[in-house]
Protein backbone atom coordinates (compact mmCIF):
# COMPACT_ATOMS: atom_id res chain seq x y z
CA UNK A 1 0.00 0.00 0.00
CA UNK A 2 1.61 3.27 -0.77
CA UNK A 3 1.96 5.81 1.73
CA UNK A 4 -0.63 8.27 -0.06
CA UNK A 5 -3.04 5.90 0.30
CA UNK A 6 -2.00 5.28 4.15
CA UNK A 7 -2.44 8.65 4.90
CA UNK A 8 -6.11 8.61 3.19
CA UNK A 9 -7.24 6.00 5.30
CA UNK A 10 -6.07 7.66 8.53
CA UNK A 11 -8.16 10.81 7.19
CA UNK A 12 -11.11 8.46 7.00
CA UNK A 13 -10.65 6.36 10.14
CA UNK A 14 -10.29 10.66 11.75
CA UNK A 15 -13.79 11.73 10.30
CA UNK A 16 -15.74 8.43 11.23
CA UNK A 17 -14.47 9.32 14.96
CA UNK A 18 -15.04 12.88 14.98
CA UNK A 19 -18.79 12.19 13.66
CA UNK A 20 -19.11 9.70 16.36
CA UNK A 21 -18.01 11.70 18.71
CA UNK A 22 -20.58 15.00 17.94
CA UNK A 23 -23.68 12.69 17.39
CA UNK A 24 -25.00 13.02 20.93
CA UNK A 25 -24.88 16.65 21.05
CA UNK A 26 -28.23 18.62 21.00
CA UNK A 27 -29.65 20.62 18.01
CA UNK A 28 -29.19 23.92 17.74
CA UNK A 29 -32.18 26.16 18.10
CA UNK A 30 -31.28 29.35 16.58
CA UNK A 31 -30.27 29.77 13.15
CA UNK A 32 -29.26 33.46 11.84
CA UNK A 33 -28.55 33.62 8.19
CA UNK A 34 -24.76 35.39 8.32
CA UNK A 35 -22.12 34.76 10.52
CA UNK A 36 -19.06 35.70 11.66
CA UNK A 37 -15.95 34.74 13.59
CA UNK A 38 -12.67 33.16 14.03
CA UNK A 39 -10.62 30.04 14.11
CA UNK A 40 -8.47 28.46 15.75
CA UNK A 41 -6.65 24.66 14.60
CA UNK A 42 -3.41 22.32 13.94
CA UNK A 43 -2.48 21.46 10.68
CA UNK A 44 -0.80 18.08 10.93
CA UNK A 45 1.58 18.00 7.80
CA UNK A 46 2.62 14.76 6.20
CA UNK A 47 5.65 14.86 3.47
CA UNK A 48 5.89 13.12 0.57
CA UNK A 49 8.65 12.91 -2.53
CA UNK A 50 11.64 13.84 -2.54
CA UNK A 51 13.89 16.92 -1.34
CA UNK A 52 17.41 16.85 -1.96
CA UNK A 53 18.20 20.71 -3.13
CA UNK A 54 17.89 22.89 -0.23
CA UNK A 55 18.53 26.65 -2.31
CA UNK A 56 20.08 27.29 -5.16
CA UNK A 57 24.05 27.01 -3.81
CA UNK A 58 23.38 23.61 -1.40
CA UNK A 59 22.37 20.44 -2.58
CA UNK A 60 22.36 17.55 0.51
CA UNK A 61 24.29 14.30 -0.08
CA UNK A 62 21.07 12.35 1.03
CA UNK A 63 17.71 12.64 -0.46
CA UNK A 64 15.22 13.33 2.15
CA UNK A 65 11.66 11.96 1.50
CA UNK A 66 9.30 11.62 4.48
CA UNK A 67 8.40 13.97 7.54
CA UNK A 68 5.26 15.22 9.38
CA UNK A 69 5.03 18.14 11.58
CA UNK A 70 2.06 19.95 13.58
CA UNK A 71 1.75 23.67 12.70
CA UNK A 72 -0.52 26.24 13.83
CA UNK A 73 -3.73 27.76 11.65
CA UNK A 74 -5.95 30.80 12.27
CA UNK A 75 -8.23 32.53 10.51
CA UNK A 76 -11.50 35.17 10.36
CA UNK A 77 -14.22 33.79 8.91
CA UNK A 78 -17.94 34.79 7.21
CA UNK A 79 -20.30 31.96 6.66
CA UNK A 80 -23.83 32.06 5.01
CA UNK A 81 -26.70 29.40 6.22
CA UNK A 82 -30.21 30.16 5.60
CA UNK A 83 -30.86 26.60 7.39
CA UNK A 84 -30.98 24.94 3.42
CA UNK A 85 -29.43 22.84 2.37
CA UNK A 86 -26.51 24.56 1.03
CA UNK A 87 -24.64 27.34 2.38
CA UNK A 88 -21.22 29.19 1.64
CA UNK A 89 -18.17 30.03 3.97
CA UNK A 90 -15.27 32.05 3.93
CA UNK A 91 -12.03 32.08 5.96
CA UNK A 92 -9.37 33.86 5.30
CA UNK A 93 -5.93 33.49 7.71
CA UNK A 94 -2.36 32.38 8.45
CA UNK A 95 -1.61 28.54 7.68
CA UNK A 96 1.10 26.65 8.52
CA UNK A 97 2.35 24.16 6.44
CA UNK A 98 5.97 23.37 8.05
CA UNK A 99 7.30 19.93 9.05
CA UNK A 100 10.67 17.69 10.07
CA UNK A 101 11.77 15.57 7.60
CA UNK A 102 12.57 12.27 8.69
CA UNK A 103 15.88 11.55 9.58
CA UNK A 104 18.39 10.39 7.00
CA UNK A 105 22.51 8.85 6.95
CA UNK A 106 24.56 10.85 4.70
CA UNK A 107 27.36 8.89 3.07
CA UNK A 108 30.05 9.58 6.22
CA UNK A 109 27.56 7.71 7.70
CA UNK A 110 26.40 10.97 9.44
CA UNK A 111 23.04 11.46 10.85
CA UNK A 112 21.33 14.40 8.95
CA UNK A 113 18.13 16.19 10.18
CA UNK A 114 15.85 18.72 8.02
CA UNK A 115 13.47 20.89 9.24
CA UNK A 116 11.19 23.41 7.23
CA UNK A 117 8.68 26.28 8.20
CA UNK A 118 6.64 26.61 5.16
CA UNK A 119 4.08 29.18 6.24
CA UNK A 120 1.15 31.17 3.80
CA UNK A 121 -1.42 33.15 3.45
CA UNK A 122 -4.69 31.15 2.91
CA UNK A 123 -7.96 32.09 1.27
CA UNK A 124 -10.55 29.15 1.58
CA UNK A 125 -14.05 29.75 0.05
CA UNK A 126 -15.76 26.68 0.44
CA UNK A 127 -19.26 25.14 -0.29
CA UNK A 128 -21.22 24.53 2.98
CA UNK A 129 -24.17 21.74 2.71
CA UNK A 130 -26.19 20.66 6.21
CA UNK A 131 -26.46 17.08 7.05
CA UNK A 132 -30.57 17.28 7.09
CA UNK A 133 -32.38 18.39 10.56
CA UNK A 134 -28.79 17.61 12.83
CA UNK A 135 -26.38 20.27 13.29
CA UNK A 136 -23.52 18.30 11.30
CA UNK A 137 -22.50 19.85 8.14
CA UNK A 138 -19.59 19.03 5.46
CA UNK A 139 -17.57 21.79 3.52
CA UNK A 140 -15.51 21.57 0.25
CA UNK A 141 -13.93 24.00 -1.99
CA UNK A 142 -10.80 25.64 -3.55
CA UNK A 143 -7.51 26.80 -1.08
CA UNK A 144 -5.84 29.83 -3.01
CA UNK A 145 -2.60 30.64 -0.70
CA UNK A 146 0.36 32.85 -1.01
CA UNK A 147 3.62 32.06 0.11
CA UNK A 148 4.43 34.03 3.49
CA UNK A 149 8.06 31.96 4.74
CA UNK A 150 10.27 29.63 3.09
CA UNK A 151 13.14 29.26 5.67
CA UNK A 152 14.40 25.55 6.65
CA UNK A 153 17.13 24.43 9.08
CA UNK A 154 19.46 21.70 7.63
CA UNK A 155 22.24 19.71 10.54
CA UNK A 156 24.14 17.03 9.55
CA UNK A 157 26.68 15.47 12.31
CA UNK A 158 31.09 16.35 11.06
CA UNK A 159 29.75 19.69 9.24
CA UNK A 160 28.29 23.03 10.41
CA UNK A 161 24.56 23.50 10.80
CA UNK A 162 22.77 25.45 7.78
CA UNK A 163 19.62 27.63 7.34
CA UNK A 164 18.60 29.48 4.77
CA UNK A 165 15.45 29.79 2.54
CA UNK A 166 14.29 26.98 -0.15
CA UNK A 167 15.06 27.48 -4.03
CA UNK A 168 12.00 27.56 -6.36
CA UNK A 169 9.13 28.04 -3.78
CA UNK A 170 5.98 28.83 -5.61
CA UNK A 171 4.39 31.69 -4.88
CA UNK A 172 1.15 31.12 -5.39
CA UNK A 173 -0.37 27.53 -4.54
CA UNK A 174 -3.94 26.30 -5.50
CA UNK A 175 -5.32 23.24 -3.76
CA UNK A 176 -8.21 22.00 -2.58
CA UNK A 177 -10.39 20.46 0.60
CA UNK A 178 -13.03 18.93 2.52
CA UNK A 179 -13.93 18.92 5.93
CA UNK A 180 -16.90 18.19 8.35
CA UNK A 181 -18.36 20.23 11.56
CA UNK A 182 -20.55 20.70 14.02
CA UNK A 183 -22.58 23.46 15.02
CA UNK A 184 -22.84 23.71 19.20
CA UNK A 185 -25.50 26.56 20.38
CA UNK A 186 -23.55 28.24 23.69
CA UNK A 187 -25.81 31.17 23.86
CA UNK A 188 -29.15 30.76 25.25
CA UNK A 189 -31.95 30.35 22.80
CA UNK A 190 -33.67 33.94 23.39
CA UNK A 191 -30.05 36.09 23.29
CA UNK A 192 -30.05 38.69 20.75
CA UNK A 193 -26.81 37.57 19.99
CA UNK A 194 -26.24 34.09 18.71
CA UNK A 195 -22.85 32.32 19.74
CA UNK A 196 -22.07 29.30 18.17
CA UNK A 197 -18.51 27.17 19.08
CA UNK A 198 -18.25 24.64 16.30
CA UNK A 199 -15.46 21.65 16.12
CA UNK A 200 -14.24 20.85 12.77
CA UNK A 201 -11.59 18.69 10.92
CA UNK A 202 -10.79 18.90 7.21
CA UNK A 203 -8.58 17.22 4.57
CA UNK A 204 -6.27 19.18 2.16
CA UNK A 205 -4.37 16.01 0.14
CA UNK A 206 -1.51 16.50 -1.78
CA UNK A 207 -3.14 17.44 -5.02
CA UNK A 208 -2.08 20.87 -6.43
CA UNK A 209 0.61 20.88 -3.07
CA UNK A 210 3.68 20.46 -4.74
CA UNK A 211 5.45 23.99 -2.64
CA UNK A 212 8.33 24.03 -5.12
CA UNK A 213 9.10 23.60 -8.66
CA UNK A 214 11.40 21.71 -8.92
CA UNK A 215 11.43 17.84 -7.13
CA UNK A 216 8.93 16.54 -5.90
CA UNK A 217 8.15 17.66 -2.19
CA UNK A 218 3.98 17.16 -1.59
CA UNK A 219 1.84 18.25 1.09
CA UNK A 220 -0.94 16.67 3.30
CA UNK A 221 -2.87 17.98 5.53
CA UNK A 222 -5.55 16.82 8.41
CA UNK A 223 -6.64 20.24 10.26
CA UNK A 224 -8.58 19.95 13.40
CA UNK A 225 -9.80 22.90 15.18
CA UNK A 226 -12.93 24.86 16.44
CA UNK A 227 -14.51 28.02 15.37
CA UNK A 228 -15.74 30.64 17.49
CA UNK A 229 -19.27 31.97 15.78
CA UNK A 230 -21.79 35.28 16.03
CA UNK A 231 -25.17 36.04 14.39
CA UNK A 232 -27.88 37.77 15.12
CA UNK A 233 -30.57 35.68 16.99
CA UNK A 234 -33.43 34.06 15.13
CA UNK A 235 -35.49 34.99 17.69
CA UNK A 236 -35.63 38.70 16.06
CA UNK A 237 -38.24 39.23 13.52
CA UNK A 238 -36.72 40.25 10.17
CA UNK A 239 -38.42 42.80 8.04
CA UNK A 240 -38.24 42.38 4.24
CA UNK A 241 -40.32 43.91 1.56
CA UNK A 242 -42.91 44.72 4.39
CA UNK A 243 -43.04 41.00 4.63
CA UNK A 244 -42.59 39.46 8.05
CA UNK A 245 -40.15 36.72 8.10
CA UNK A 246 -39.80 34.36 11.90
CA UNK A 247 -38.47 31.11 12.19
CA UNK A 248 -39.25 28.15 10.89
CA UNK A 249 -40.30 26.48 13.80
CA UNK A 250 -43.13 24.65 15.75
CA UNK A 251 -44.33 25.25 19.17
CA UNK A 252 -44.86 23.09 22.04
CA UNK A 253 -47.25 23.33 24.40
CA UNK A 254 -47.78 21.91 28.20
CA UNK A 255 -49.79 22.40 30.82
CA UNK A 256 -48.80 22.56 35.06
CA UNK A 257 -51.38 22.04 37.59
CA UNK A 258 -51.15 21.38 41.03
CA UNK A 259 -52.13 18.11 42.22
CA UNK A 260 -54.45 20.20 44.95
CA UNK A 261 -55.92 23.84 44.89
CA UNK A 262 -54.82 24.89 48.60
CA UNK A 263 -56.59 27.67 49.44
CA UNK A 264 -54.74 29.08 52.00
CA UNK A 265 -50.98 28.47 53.21
CA UNK A 266 -49.59 30.22 56.93
CA UNK A 267 -46.64 31.81 55.79
CA UNK A 268 -43.76 32.82 58.01
CA UNK A 269 -42.12 35.64 55.82
CA UNK A 270 -38.54 37.32 56.33
CA UNK A 271 -39.95 40.44 54.89
CA UNK A 272 -36.93 42.79 53.73
CA UNK A 273 -36.81 46.55 54.86
CA UNK A 274 -35.55 49.03 52.77
CA UNK A 275 -33.31 51.63 54.29
CA UNK A 276 -34.70 54.96 52.34
CA UNK A 277 -37.55 57.21 53.59
CA UNK A 278 -39.22 58.88 50.18
CA UNK A 279 -40.07 62.92 50.37
CA UNK A 280 -43.32 64.15 48.32
CA UNK A 281 -42.25 66.84 45.46
CA UNK A 282 -42.77 70.05 46.79
CA UNK A 283 -42.85 69.24 50.47
CA UNK A 284 -39.70 68.77 53.02
CA UNK A 285 -42.26 66.88 55.71
CA UNK A 286 -42.45 63.47 56.06
CA UNK A 287 -45.14 62.22 54.13
CA UNK A 288 -48.36 61.15 55.59
CA UNK A 289 -48.05 57.18 54.39
CA UNK A 290 -45.57 57.17 56.91
CA UNK A 291 -46.99 56.15 60.05
CA UNK A 292 -46.04 58.68 62.69
CA UNK A 293 -46.85 57.66 66.67
CA UNK A 294 -46.69 60.29 69.61
CA UNK A 295 -44.41 59.85 72.15
CA UNK A 296 -47.02 57.94 74.60
CA UNK A 297 -47.51 55.70 71.60
CA UNK A 298 -43.96 55.19 70.83
CA UNK A 299 -43.39 54.29 74.53
CA UNK A 300 -45.50 50.89 74.01
CA UNK A 301 -44.59 50.12 69.96
CA UNK A 302 -42.33 47.54 69.74
CA UNK A 303 -41.33 46.15 66.48
CA UNK A 304 -42.58 42.57 67.33
CA UNK A 305 -46.40 43.86 67.54
CA UNK A 306 -46.09 44.09 63.32
CA UNK A 307 -45.03 40.53 63.27
CA UNK A 308 -48.80 39.20 64.16
CA UNK A 309 -51.02 38.69 61.36
CA UNK A 310 -53.72 41.14 61.58
CA UNK A 311 -55.37 40.87 57.41
CA UNK A 312 -55.54 38.21 55.01
CA UNK A 313 -52.17 38.15 52.43
CA UNK A 314 -52.84 37.81 48.82
CA UNK A 315 -50.74 36.27 46.20
CA UNK A 316 -47.61 38.88 46.22
CA UNK A 317 -47.37 40.94 49.57
CA UNK A 318 -50.10 43.42 49.59
CA UNK A 319 -50.98 45.80 52.39
CA UNK A 320 -49.82 43.96 55.11
CA UNK A 321 -46.49 43.89 54.06
CA UNK A 322 -46.42 47.86 52.68
CA UNK A 323 -47.87 48.90 56.36
CA UNK A 324 -45.19 47.09 57.77
CA UNK A 325 -42.50 49.36 55.77
CA UNK A 326 -44.65 52.32 56.36
CA UNK A 327 -43.48 52.10 60.04
CA UNK A 328 -39.90 51.89 59.09
CA UNK A 329 -39.47 55.03 61.70
CA UNK A 330 -40.73 53.28 64.53
CA UNK A 331 -38.92 50.15 64.50
CA UNK A 332 -35.60 52.67 63.15
CA UNK A 333 -36.71 54.14 66.91
CA UNK A 334 -37.56 51.28 68.67
CA UNK A 335 -34.19 49.45 67.30
CA UNK A 336 -32.23 52.40 68.73
CA UNK A 337 -33.65 52.78 71.82
CA UNK A 338 -33.12 48.93 72.67
CA UNK A 339 -29.91 49.25 71.43
CA UNK A 340 -27.90 52.33 73.35
CA UNK A 341 -24.57 51.91 71.61
CA UNK A 342 -26.07 51.79 67.70
CA UNK A 343 -25.62 54.47 65.95
CA UNK A 344 -26.98 55.93 62.55
CA UNK A 345 -26.25 58.23 59.62
CA UNK A 346 -28.84 59.78 57.49
CA UNK A 347 -28.00 61.02 54.43
CA UNK A 348 -31.03 63.52 52.58
CA UNK A 349 -30.87 64.06 48.81
CA UNK A 350 -32.85 66.61 46.72
CA UNK A 351 -32.13 68.01 43.15
CA UNK A 352 -33.08 71.11 44.74
CA UNK A 353 -30.07 71.22 46.52
CA UNK A 354 -28.40 69.85 49.12
CA UNK A 355 -29.56 72.00 51.48
CA UNK A 356 -32.97 70.20 51.05
CA UNK A 357 -31.12 66.98 51.48
CA UNK A 358 -30.15 68.03 54.77
CA UNK A 359 -33.44 69.09 56.01
CA UNK A 360 -34.81 65.49 55.11
CA UNK A 361 -32.61 64.35 57.35
CA UNK A 362 -33.22 66.78 59.95
CA UNK A 363 -36.64 65.97 60.06
CA UNK A 364 -36.58 62.43 60.50
CA UNK A 365 -33.52 63.23 63.36
CA UNK A 366 -36.32 65.34 65.05
CA UNK A 367 -39.14 62.66 65.13
CA UNK A 368 -36.57 59.92 66.66
CA UNK A 369 -35.17 62.13 68.98
CA UNK A 370 -38.31 63.96 70.41
CA UNK A 371 -40.76 60.83 70.14
CA UNK A 372 -38.58 58.07 70.61
CA UNK A 373 -36.04 60.02 73.07
CA UNK A 374 -33.08 58.97 71.31
CA UNK A 375 -30.09 60.93 71.88
CA UNK A 376 -28.80 63.47 69.07
CA UNK A 377 -25.13 62.60 69.50
CA UNK A 378 -26.40 59.25 67.96
CA UNK A 379 -27.69 60.21 64.80
CA UNK A 380 -25.49 62.31 62.30
CA UNK A 381 -27.04 64.14 58.92
CA UNK A 382 -26.00 65.52 55.46
CA UNK A 383 -27.29 66.75 52.67
CA UNK A 384 -26.77 65.19 49.01
CA UNK A 385 -28.27 66.41 45.30
CA UNK A 386 -28.18 62.60 44.32
CA UNK A 387 -28.52 60.01 47.08
CA UNK A 388 -25.96 57.41 47.68
CA UNK A 389 -27.56 55.13 44.67
CA UNK A 390 -29.35 56.97 42.78
CA UNK A 391 -31.75 55.60 39.95
CA UNK A 392 -31.46 58.17 37.49
CA UNK A 393 -28.27 57.73 35.46
CA UNK A 394 -25.96 59.89 33.67
CA UNK A 395 -27.25 60.18 29.84
CA UNK A 396 -30.98 58.81 30.92
CA UNK A 397 -34.00 60.10 29.44
CA UNK A 398 -36.62 58.18 29.62
CA UNK A 399 -39.16 58.70 32.56
CA UNK A 400 -37.20 60.88 34.33
CA UNK A 401 -39.89 62.05 36.52
CA UNK A 402 -40.64 58.88 38.18
CA UNK A 403 -36.60 58.17 38.71
CA UNK A 404 -36.40 61.35 40.46
CA UNK A 405 -38.78 60.65 42.52
CA UNK A 406 -37.30 57.65 43.60
CA UNK A 407 -34.10 59.91 44.54
CA UNK A 408 -35.75 62.41 46.22
CA UNK A 409 -35.06 60.70 49.81
CA UNK A 410 -33.49 59.87 53.14
CA UNK A 411 -30.78 56.64 53.38
CA UNK A 412 -30.05 55.40 56.89
CA UNK A 413 -26.91 53.27 56.91
CA UNK A 414 -25.50 52.71 60.13
CA UNK A 415 -22.08 49.98 61.10
CA UNK A 416 -24.59 48.49 63.84
CA UNK A 417 -25.98 45.14 62.76
CA UNK A 418 -28.70 45.20 65.19
CA UNK A 419 -30.40 47.80 62.38
CA UNK A 420 -28.96 46.95 59.38
CA UNK A 421 -28.63 43.44 57.71
CA UNK A 422 -26.01 43.32 55.05
CA UNK A 423 -28.13 41.39 52.19
CA UNK A 424 -27.71 43.02 49.42
CA UNK A 425 -26.27 46.05 50.35
CA UNK A 426 -27.11 48.13 53.34
CA UNK A 427 -31.17 47.03 53.79
CA UNK A 428 -32.67 47.69 57.33
CA UNK A 429 -32.64 44.34 59.00
CA UNK A 430 -35.32 42.31 57.97
CA UNK A 431 -38.45 41.59 60.21
CA UNK A 432 -40.51 38.20 60.62
CA UNK A 433 -44.11 38.53 59.69
CA UNK A 434 -46.76 35.38 59.99
CA UNK A 435 -49.65 35.70 57.74
CA UNK A 436 -52.55 33.22 56.02
CA UNK A 437 -51.34 33.52 51.69
CA UNK A 438 -54.53 33.25 50.15
CA UNK A 439 -54.74 31.80 46.49
CA UNK A 440 -51.01 31.39 46.77
CA UNK A 441 -49.07 31.23 43.46
CA UNK A 442 -48.28 27.63 43.44
CA UNK A 443 -52.23 27.04 43.01
CA UNK A 444 -52.10 28.36 39.34
CA UNK A 445 -52.31 26.25 36.79
CA UNK A 446 -49.54 27.55 34.04
CA UNK A 447 -49.93 27.34 30.78
CA UNK A 448 -46.40 26.80 28.54
CA UNK A 449 -45.59 27.20 25.12
CA UNK A 450 -42.30 27.07 24.28
CA UNK A 451 -41.57 28.71 21.34
CA UNK A 452 -44.35 31.57 21.49
CA UNK A 453 -41.77 34.60 21.59
CA UNK A 454 -40.57 33.30 18.72
CA UNK A 455 -43.35 31.97 16.42
CA UNK A 456 -46.26 33.54 17.55
CA UNK A 457 -47.84 37.20 17.95
CA UNK A 458 -50.35 36.06 20.56
CA UNK A 459 -52.05 32.83 22.13
CA UNK A 460 -54.97 32.07 24.23
CA UNK A 461 -56.43 29.34 26.20
CA UNK A 462 -59.75 27.93 25.89
CA UNK A 463 -60.69 25.14 28.16
CA UNK A 464 -63.82 23.13 28.45
CA UNK A 465 -65.13 21.09 31.23
CA UNK A 466 -66.97 17.65 31.41
CA UNK A 467 -70.56 19.50 31.13
CA UNK A 468 -69.37 21.14 27.74
CA UNK A 469 -68.57 24.70 29.78
CA UNK A 470 -66.05 26.74 28.23
CA UNK A 471 -63.75 29.04 29.85
CA UNK A 472 -61.18 31.23 28.17
CA UNK A 473 -57.95 32.80 28.80
CA UNK A 474 -55.66 35.52 27.01
CA UNK A 475 -54.01 36.33 25.11
CA UNK A 476 -50.94 36.35 26.05
CA UNK A 477 -47.69 37.00 24.24
CA UNK A 478 -45.01 35.28 26.28
CA UNK A 479 -43.79 31.73 26.57
CA UNK A 480 -45.87 30.86 29.85
CA UNK A 481 -48.87 32.05 31.17
CA UNK A 482 -51.07 31.54 34.63
CA UNK A 483 -54.39 31.81 35.92
CA UNK A 484 -55.67 30.83 39.63
CA UNK A 485 -57.12 27.49 39.76
CA UNK A 486 -59.73 28.54 42.32
CA UNK A 487 -60.84 30.62 39.50
CA UNK A 488 -61.22 28.34 36.84
CA UNK A 489 -63.04 25.83 39.41
CA UNK A 490 -65.24 28.31 40.57
CA UNK A 491 -67.92 26.63 43.18
CA UNK A 492 -66.85 23.46 42.29
CA UNK A 493 -64.44 20.99 44.35
CA UNK A 494 -63.30 19.01 41.18
CA UNK A 495 -63.00 19.44 37.64
CA UNK A 496 -61.37 17.55 34.43
CA UNK A 497 -60.63 20.11 31.44
CA UNK A 498 -59.40 19.71 27.86
CA UNK A 499 -57.33 22.70 27.36
CA UNK A 500 -56.70 24.09 23.78
CA UNK A 501 -54.04 26.43 22.88
CA UNK A 502 -54.75 28.59 19.64
CA UNK A 503 -51.86 30.75 18.62
CA UNK A 504 -52.15 33.27 15.35
CA UNK A 505 -48.22 32.80 13.84
CA UNK A 506 -46.52 36.02 12.89
CA UNK A 507 -47.16 35.01 9.45
CA UNK A 508 -50.99 35.06 10.25
CA UNK A 509 -50.96 31.73 10.64
CA UNK A 510 -53.13 29.47 12.97
CA UNK A 511 -51.89 27.08 15.62
CA UNK A 512 -53.75 25.11 17.94
CA UNK A 513 -52.38 22.16 20.72
CA UNK A 514 -54.53 20.34 23.02
CA UNK A 515 -53.88 18.78 26.44
CA UNK A 516 -56.26 17.60 29.39
CA UNK A 517 -55.85 18.67 33.35
CA UNK A 518 -57.69 17.61 36.30
CA UNK A 519 -58.05 20.29 39.04
CA UNK A 520 -58.84 19.47 42.34
CA UNK A 521 -59.70 22.28 45.48
CA UNK A 522 -58.48 21.54 49.53
CA UNK A 523 -60.14 23.99 51.50
CA UNK A 524 -58.21 23.34 54.39
CA UNK A 525 -55.32 25.21 55.32
CA UNK A 526 -52.22 23.69 54.67
CA UNK A 527 -48.57 22.96 56.50
CA UNK A 528 -46.63 26.30 56.95
CA UNK A 529 -44.45 27.62 54.39
CA UNK A 530 -41.27 29.98 54.38
CA UNK A 531 -40.69 33.16 51.78
CA UNK A 532 -37.46 35.23 51.37
CA UNK A 533 -37.35 38.04 49.06
CA UNK A 534 -34.48 39.84 47.36
CA UNK A 535 -34.73 43.70 46.50
CA UNK A 536 -32.72 45.30 43.78
CA UNK A 537 -32.20 49.08 42.89
CA UNK A 538 -33.14 50.24 39.30
CA UNK A 539 -32.43 47.83 36.43
CA UNK A 540 -29.65 46.02 38.43
CA UNK A 541 -29.52 42.12 38.90
CA UNK A 542 -25.85 42.25 39.88
CA UNK A 543 -26.64 42.60 43.19
CA UNK A 544 -27.56 38.58 43.37
CA UNK A 545 -24.34 38.07 43.99
CA UNK A 546 -24.60 39.85 47.34
CA UNK A 547 -27.00 37.47 48.48
CA UNK A 548 -25.02 34.58 47.96
CA UNK A 549 -24.43 34.13 51.29
CA UNK A 550 -27.45 34.96 52.46
CA UNK A 551 -29.14 32.30 50.04
CA UNK A 552 -26.47 30.02 51.37
CA UNK A 553 -27.09 30.10 55.24
CA UNK A 554 -30.19 31.77 55.92
CA UNK A 555 -32.51 30.00 52.72
CA UNK A 556 -31.24 27.17 51.60
CA UNK A 557 -31.30 25.46 55.13
CA UNK A 558 -35.08 25.60 55.47
CA UNK A 559 -35.60 23.89 51.66
CA UNK A 560 -36.22 20.22 52.75
CA UNK A 561 -35.80 17.17 50.61
CA UNK A 562 -39.05 16.42 48.75
CA UNK A 563 -39.54 20.81 49.25
CA UNK A 564 -41.11 22.71 45.90
CA UNK A 565 -39.71 26.12 45.57
CA UNK A 566 -41.61 28.83 43.66
CA UNK A 567 -38.78 31.68 42.19
CA UNK A 568 -40.74 34.49 41.00
CA UNK A 569 -39.12 37.78 39.45
CA UNK A 570 -40.85 41.08 39.17
CA UNK A 571 -40.23 44.81 38.11
CA UNK A 572 -41.43 48.21 38.20
CA UNK A 573 -43.11 49.80 35.31
CA UNK A 574 -40.30 52.10 34.22
CA UNK A 575 -39.20 50.65 30.99
CA UNK A 576 -40.66 49.29 28.28
CA UNK A 577 -42.60 45.60 29.06
CA UNK A 578 -40.86 43.48 26.77
CA UNK A 579 -37.11 44.86 28.56
CA UNK A 580 -38.83 44.38 32.20
CA UNK A 581 -39.98 40.73 31.36
CA UNK A 582 -36.41 39.81 30.55
CA UNK A 583 -34.70 41.30 33.19
CA UNK A 584 -37.11 39.72 36.14
CA UNK A 585 -36.48 36.56 34.58
CA UNK A 586 -32.64 36.76 34.57
CA UNK A 587 -32.88 37.79 38.74
CA UNK A 588 -35.18 34.96 39.49
CA UNK A 589 -32.74 32.58 37.08
CA UNK A 590 -29.99 33.46 38.84
CA UNK A 591 -31.42 33.27 42.64
CA UNK A 592 -32.13 29.72 41.68
CA UNK A 593 -29.16 28.94 40.70
CA UNK A 594 -27.56 30.01 43.52
CA UNK A 595 -29.81 28.30 45.38
CA UNK A 596 -29.68 25.02 43.63
CA UNK A 597 -25.61 24.82 43.94
CA UNK A 598 -25.93 25.58 47.53
CA UNK A 599 -28.61 23.25 47.70
CA UNK A 600 -25.92 20.53 46.10
CA UNK A 601 -23.51 21.03 48.36
CA UNK A 602 -25.15 20.08 51.51
CA UNK A 603 -26.59 17.16 49.52
CA UNK A 604 -30.10 18.29 48.86
CA UNK A 605 -31.19 16.90 45.43
CA UNK A 606 -34.85 16.28 45.73
CA UNK A 607 -36.27 19.77 45.16
CA UNK A 608 -38.23 21.01 42.42
CA UNK A 609 -38.29 24.44 41.26
CA UNK A 610 -40.68 26.26 39.47
CA UNK A 611 -39.01 29.78 38.30
CA UNK A 612 -40.95 32.18 36.73
CA UNK A 613 -40.53 36.22 35.40
CA UNK A 614 -43.16 38.22 35.37
CA UNK A 615 -41.59 41.68 34.54
CA UNK A 616 -44.52 44.93 35.39
CA UNK A 617 -47.38 42.27 34.68
CA UNK A 618 -50.15 44.20 36.89
CA UNK A 619 -52.21 41.11 37.61
CA UNK A 620 -48.57 39.25 38.96
CA UNK A 621 -46.85 42.60 40.90
CA UNK A 622 -46.63 42.44 44.52
CA UNK A 623 -47.52 46.26 44.99
CA UNK A 624 -49.14 49.18 43.05
CA UNK A 625 -46.82 51.19 41.07
CA UNK A 626 -48.16 54.73 42.53
CA UNK A 627 -45.53 55.60 45.13
CA UNK A 628 -41.74 55.82 45.08
CA UNK A 629 -41.76 52.89 47.78
CA UNK A 630 -44.26 50.80 46.27
CA UNK A 631 -41.86 50.53 42.85
CA UNK A 632 -38.50 49.53 44.86
CA UNK A 633 -40.55 46.92 46.03
CA UNK A 634 -41.51 45.83 43.18
CA UNK A 635 -38.22 45.05 42.34
CA UNK A 636 -37.91 41.77 43.79
CA UNK A 637 -37.64 38.16 43.25
CA UNK A 638 -39.49 36.50 45.72
CA UNK A 639 -38.98 32.77 47.08
CA UNK A 640 -41.22 30.83 48.03
CA UNK A 641 -40.57 27.41 50.28
CA UNK A 642 -43.44 24.40 49.93
CA UNK A 643 -42.16 22.27 52.46
CA UNK A 644 -43.37 18.09 50.79
CA UNK A 645 -46.50 17.07 51.95
Not at 450 to 464: K, P, Y
Not at 597 to 618: M, P, R, Y
Amino acid sequence: MSPKNKISKKIILCLLMFVSASSFAQKISSSPTWWFGVSAAGNLNYYSGTTQRLDNAYFVPTAFHKGTGVRPFGSILMEYNSGKLFGGMLNIGYDGRGAKFDDVIAPCDCPATLKSNLSYVTIEPSLRVNAGATNFYFFAGPRVAFNLSKDYEYTQLKQEDRDGDFSAIDKTIFSGQVGIGYDYLISTPNAKTAVVLSPFMSFHPYFGQEPRTIESLSISTVRTGLALKFGKGSNQTVTENNNVVVPNRDVDFSVRAPKVIPQKRQVSETLPLLNYVFFDNESNKIPSRYILLNQSQASNFKEEQLEKEETANMTGRSARQINVYHNILNILGDRLRSNPQATISLSGASLNGAEEGKVFAEEIKEYLVSVFGINSSRITTQGRVKPLVPSEQPGGSKELTLLRTGDRRVDITSSSPELLLEVGGGMMKPIQITANQVDPLDSHVLFNVDGAEDVLRSWSIAMTDENGTVQNFGPFTKNQGSFPGKTILGNRSTGDYKVVMTGITKKGETVKKESTVRLVRQDDLIDKGYRYSILFDFDKTKTIASYDNFLKTTVAPLIADGSTVIIHGHTDAIGSEDYNYTLSRTRAMETQKLLNNALKSSGKNNVKFETLGFGEDVNNAPFDNSTPEERFYNRTVIIDIIPAK
